[in-house]
C-alpha cells in the first residue's frame, strides 16, 4: 500500500504581512489630532472680533425662540458674550449713532459763536499791542488784565503796586486812566457787542456824614468810566448795563482790603449785538429790521432826535 504524503499549508506565519488597514486608521486618526491642535492655536490667535465674525457665519437664518439664542451652548456667541445677539436673517448688523439734523437756528448759534470766539481773540491781542506800544501807556500793562469769562470778554483796569485808577474816595480818574480807555474805546467800537461795566472797590470802610459809601463810590466811578467811553466815541445804545459792586465780589477774595480790588470791568457780553444774518448758500446778508414787514427798498433812516436807546442804563442785557 503506498504511503500517503499530507502537506498543510501554514497562512499568516511570522514573515507574512498582517494587512494595511490599521495604518489607514492610524493615518486618519494623524490626521484629526493635527486638525485640533491647528484649531486650537487658531482660536487662542484669533481676536474678539475675528470670534464673534465667525459664530455669526454658523448662525441659523432663522431666529430661534430658546433665551440662548440658537439653542446652542454659546447661543451663537463667544464666551465673552452675554446671551447672544440676532438679525432678522442671522447676519451680523453694525449700530451706528447719527447726531440729529441741526436746525437753522442751532447753525445760526454756533456760527455767532465761532465769530465771536475769533473776535475776542483780535480784540484782545490789538488791545495788548496798543498799550505796549504807547509811549505814555509804559508800565500800566500791569493795571490791565483782559479775559474770556461765560459772560464775554471782560477787561479790567485796576489798581496795582501802588498805581491807582482814581484818586481815593474820588470818582474822578486820574490822567492815565483816560488814556488807557481811551486805547479800550478803540477795540470796542469796533466790536458789535453790547457793553456792560462793573465798578468794585475794597473793603476798606468809607463813610461819611452825609452816608456816602463804597457803593455810592463804586457806582459814580462805573457812570464816570461810561461818560469817558462815550466822549471818545462810543455810542450811548451801546451800553447794556452800568453798576457799582462795591465790594461784594473782590478780585482777590483771601484778601478783601487789597488794592487789586479797586478796579472797573468792562465786558463784551457774549450773544449781543447786530450781525449779518447766513443766508443758505452760506453768504451773509445785512440784518433785517424787526417787528414788521421789510421795506421793499430799505434805505438808512436817522433816529429823531429824543429817541429811546436801544438798551436802558442799568439794565439787564438779553439774549438773542
Do not use: C
Request: net charge negative; no cysteine.
Amino acid at each position: 500500500m503506498p504511503d500517503i504524503v499530507i502537506k498543510k499549508v501554514k497562512k499568516g506565519g511570522h514573515g507574512g504581512h498582517h494587512g494595511g488597514s490599521w495604518k489607514v486608521a492610524y493615518a486618519d486618526f494623524v490626521t484629526a489630532m493635527m486638525a485640533f491642535f491647528l484649531l486650537l492655536w487658531l482660536l487662542s490667535s484669533a481676536t474678539e472680533e475675528q470670534l464673534q465674525g465667525v459664530s455669526m457665519y454658523f448662525t441659523p437664518e432663522t431666529i430661534s425662540q430658546n433665551d440662548s439664542g440658537s439653542g446652542g451652548v454659546l447661543g451663537g456667541t463667544s464666551l465673552a458674550e452675554e446671551g447672544s445677539q440676532r438679525s432678522e436673517f442671522g447676519m451680523p448688523t453694525v449700530s451706528m449713532d447719527i447726531p440729529p439734523q441741526q436746525t437753522p437756528e442751532e447753525r445760526e448759534a454756533i456760527r455767532v459763536a465761532q465769530m465771536e470766539e475769533k473776535e475776542f481773540n483780535e480784540a484782545k491781542e490789538e488791545l495788548l499791542k496798543a498799550i505796549e506800544e504807547s509811549p505814555e501807556l509804559q508800565g500800566l500793562e500791569k493795571n490791565i488784565r483782559i479775559e474770556e469769562t461765560p459772560e464775554g470778554l471782560r477787561i479790567q483796569i485796576l489798581d496795582e503796586d501802588g498805581t491807582s485808577m482814581f484818586p481815593s474816595g474820588s470818582a474822578v480818574m486820574a490822567d492815565h486812566t483816560r488814556l488807557l480807555l481811551d486805547k479800550v474805546a478803540a477795540v470796542i467800537e469796533k466790536m458789535p457787542q453790547d457793553v456792560s461795566i462793573e465798578g468794585h472797590t475794597d473793603a476798606v470802610p468809607f463813610n461819611r456824614a452825609d452816608g456816602y459809601s463804597n457803593w455810592e463810590l463804586s457806582a459814580d466811578r462805573a457812570l464816570a468810566t461810561r461818560r469817558t467811553l462815550e466822549d471818545l466815541g462810543l455810542e450811548t445804545a451801546r451800553f447794556a448795563k452800568v453798576a457799582g459792586l462795591s465790594d461784594t465780589d473782590p478780585l482777590v477774595p483771601e484778601d478783601p482790603k487789597n488794592e487789586t480790588n479797586r478796579r472797573i470791568s468792562i465786558t463784551l457780553l457774549r450773544g449781543t449785538g447786530e450781525r449779518p444774518e447766513l443766508t443758505q448758500e452760506g453768504s451773509t446778508t445785512a440784518p433785517q429790521p424787526t417787528g414788521g414787514a421789510i421795506p421793499a427798498q430799505p434805505q438808512a433812516e436817522t433816529p429823531p432826535a429824543g429817541a429811546t436807546p436801544r438798551r436802558p442804563t442799568f439794565g439787564v442785557p438779553s439774549q438773542p
